[in-house]
Structures are given as C-alpha cells and as structure tokens.
C-alpha cells in the first residue's frame, strides 16, 4: 500500500486530534506539478510521498548544481574585474 501525501495529511489530522491542516499546506497540495512519468499535470497532494521525496532530492540536486555553476562564474567576473581594476591603476601611474 503506498499513500499519497494528502492521505498522509488526513491521517495526521487523527494523531493532532483533528487540528486542521493549516492553509498553506492546503493550498500547496493543490498545486499542480508536471509528472515526467505520467506525462500530464498532477496535484501535489496526489503523489505519492516517495515519489516526492525523490522529485526534491533531484530537484536539490538541480539546485545545488546550478548554484555552484552560478558561484563559479561571479568569481570568474570578479577576477575579471580585479583585474581591470589593477589595469586602470597602473595606466594611471604611468
């Protein structure tokens, strides 16, 4: 049996003694995400929870890439402009 997040949500709604799911979480199960498997639109709500665990591991890991790539290059350009700054200084004492 594997559960969907929203099943899961109800299921804790027993355990807070009916503490009701604060909206944003509600809202946010209702929000649409592509499924690359099902190739179609699904509720978040409606995934199954290891599927969305696996789905924010790889998507981190997107992340993670992209903002080590981005640091990358924001060093790339300060040495760049290092490197122009020392450039104009030294054509300034010549």
């Known amino acids: 049996m594997s559960l ?3 099943d899961l949500i109800e ?3 027993h355990f807070a003694k009916n503490k009701k799911t604060p909206c944003d ?3 946010a199960l209702d929000q649409e995400t592509y499924s690359e498997s099902k190739d179609e639109d699904i509720k978040l709500g409606d995934m199954h929870l290891t599927h969305y665990i696996r789905r ?8 993670d890439k992209t903002i080590s ?3 990358k290059k924001i060093r ?4 760049t402009i290092s490197d122009i700054h020392a450039r104009i200084q030294t054509s300034k004492i010549l």
């Open 76 to 79: 790339e350009l300060k040495n």
């Open 69 to 71: 790539e981005l640091n």
């Open 56 to 63: 924010q591991l790889r998507d981190e890991k997107k992340d």
């Open 4 to 6: 969907k997040i929203r």
């Open 25 to 27: 979480i509600e809202e």
């Open 11 to 13: 299921i804790e709604k």
